[in-house]
């Protein structure tokens, strides 16, 4: 999966929210930003995930292993594609809002 995670502002870290995107793909791995801020290392915990509607979805975390890595993923991550009509390679561009443990859809682009 391609991502492509930048900061908010460009000096230096925004304490409030992190934009990243990604392609639709089958699973949403979170980008270690978005881990370190939601303390998911420390405790796995269920995420809010807010679609382009204002819909607004609560969804398990989990850890998955691929060749030695750990990566962290939303669980459902296919119901929500499916529920909100999006497709494999769509460019999905999310905000994380760290206050409210929040991954909020807020473009998605064909490619």
Same mark, same amino acid.
């Given at each position: 999966?391609?991502?492509?995670?930048?900061?908010?502002?460009?000096?230096?870290?925004?304490?409030? !929210? !992190?934009? !990243?995107?990604?392609?639709? $793909?089958?699973?949403?791995?979170?980008?270690?930003?978005?881990?370190?801020?939601?303390?998911?290392?420390?405790?796995?915990?269920?995420?809010?995930?807010?679609?382009?509607?204002?819909?607004?979805?609560?969804?398990?975390?989990?850890?998955?292993?691929?060749?030695?890595?750990? $990566?962290?993923?939303?669980?459902?991550?296919?119901?929500?594609?499916?529920?909100?009509?999006?497709? !494999?390679? $769509?460019?999905?561009?999310?905000?994380?809002?760290?206050?409210?443990?929040?991954?909020?859809?807020?473009?998605?682009?064909?490619?």
């Amino acid at each position: 999966m391609t991502k492509n995670a930048r900061k908010v502002s460009g000096d230096g870290m925004d304490a409030e !929210f !992190f934009n !990243f995107s990604c392609k639709g $793909h089958y699973r949403l791995r979170l980008p270690i930003e978005v881990v370190n801020r939601a303390g998911l290392s420390d405790n796995l915990q269920p995420l809010s995930v807010q679609n382009m509607i204002g819909d607004v979805g609560v969804y398990e975390t989990k850890t998955e292993l691929n060749s030695g890595a750990l $990566h962290y993923a939303i669980d459902g991550w296919r119901k929500f594609m499916a529920d909100n009509h999006l497709e !494999f390679g $769509h460019m999905l561009h999310f905000t994380y809002v760290t206050s409210q443990k929040k991954i909020v859809l807020n473009d998605v682009t064909s490619i």
